[in-house]
């Protein structure tokens, strides 16, 4: 049981933070405790030797001051006033143990061959440690030239240094453990705390998987990453619920407003059924028929562009286009309709300007736009399309001197399937206007429009240039 909980928790980007933390930590301080410990054995010694060059140059000024006797002397003077265990041994230029005072048995210890020579040579005292397999502590020595052929060497035990060492060691070595134990805690924390914003991304998640679409991760003053996320997370929710509106929308609008046309199908077939059934009937029947469904089949598609333009999951085809030559081709698609109903159609473009965007979408904007002016406006009257383009903006613009639209109906044109009361006589679903605010939306841009009821309308379409 424990050695499963421990397996799943290895897998865990917390365990895994927190190992590395633990270890990096945990080596870092041995590091840093071995240098210290190096650090003060080296100290100690400088002291040891210290000292015992002190002691040569004290016997030095002796030598000079009474001779060899006096040394003799002194030396075993030292050796009973000292608390540490010391000896001196007094030599001749040829090695000669001339005297000895300390412990008997430490003069089993061999002074140095040709120490006079090395000394001369030198022109330093000599320093060296000594381990003699009688003894459980190593020696620290100094040989020196007292005199112009008398050499002394001092040796002190180093039994109270290494105790000391080793003290400073298990003390150093008991720290390891805690030290461990407090940086996985730290490091524990540390993942934890980091990791906090991942652990709310994710139990936002199950809360929208059961139902909750409005739930959001807070975004608060967390590190960059875990806020980058949680926002890219919430963009990433407010685009699902947008789309899940724009279906549900759909599915609302298709109950709705498909109803009625079905409904006058429905009431042909019923009418031809109980009337007279000749064959004329019947054909008058299926042609008419034939065309509530096309406008069923255009409003069905027109009302799966709009959202898919909405939502933007359309696969757009980017391409540089000349809006001049689209929009005149556009222009001279409605003249004939213009012509007919005696409408003056005129233009202002420059001589060409590219636009990066998807052509089908441009073309629709503009003849849905186009169709309506020329659409509203009585015969006899005119319509003005024109093209301009600042740095930030390009303004194309559609005059006419139709019928208006009223304040009121202004703030409604945009929605689906709204039409002003004056233009339900004219063909038309209402659809247009909203897939044109649609696709300059996708873009960036925008729709106004002014208006005076009986004098004309002007629509503009303004897109930014990038
Ligand atoms: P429709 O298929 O009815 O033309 P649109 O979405 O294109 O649908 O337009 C919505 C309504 O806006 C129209 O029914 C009409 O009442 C009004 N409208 C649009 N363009 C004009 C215009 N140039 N002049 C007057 N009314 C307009």
Known sequence: MFLKRLSDLSGTLAFRLTAWYALIFTVSSVLALSVFYYKISVITQDDTDRELAEE???????????????????????????????????????????????EPSWNRIKPAANIFNILQNNKKNVLSTLAHPDFQYKIRTIYGLIGPAMILQVGISLEENEEYLGILRKLLLLLIFPLFLMSTVIGWLLAKNALKGVEEVTLTAIDITKGAYDKRVRV?????????????????????QSLIKGMKEITDNIAHDLRSPLARIRGIAEMTLVGKSSVSKYEEMAANTIEECDNLIDMINTMLDITETESGVLQNNYEKIDLVKLIQEACELFRPLAAEKNIHLTMNFPDTLEYEGDKRQFQRLITNILENS?????????????????????????????????????????????????????????LGLSLAMAIANSYGGDIHVKSVLNQGSEFQVILPVS
């Open 374 to 430: 020329i659409k509203y406006t009585e015969p006899a009257g005119s319509v003005f399309v024109s093209l301009e383009s600042d740095k930030q903006f390009i303004h194309i613009r559609f005059v006419d001197t139709g019928i208006g639209i009223s304040e009121a109906g202004i703030s409604k044109i945009f929605d689906r399937f709204y039409r002003c009361d004056r233009s339900r006589s004219a063909s038309g679903i209402g």
């Open 220 to 240: 608060k003053n967390r590190l960059y990453e875990i806020n980058r996320l949680a926002e890219t997370f919430n963009s990433m929710l407010n685009r699902i």
């Open 56 to 102: 040569i140059k004290e016997f030095s000024s002796i030598m000079t001051d009474g001779g060899g006797d006096q040394v003799k002397k002194y030396m075993k003077v030292e050796v009973e006033s000292e608390d540490e265990d010391i000896f001196f041994r007094l030599l001749s230029e040829n090695g000669r143990v001339l005297a000895f005072e300390g």
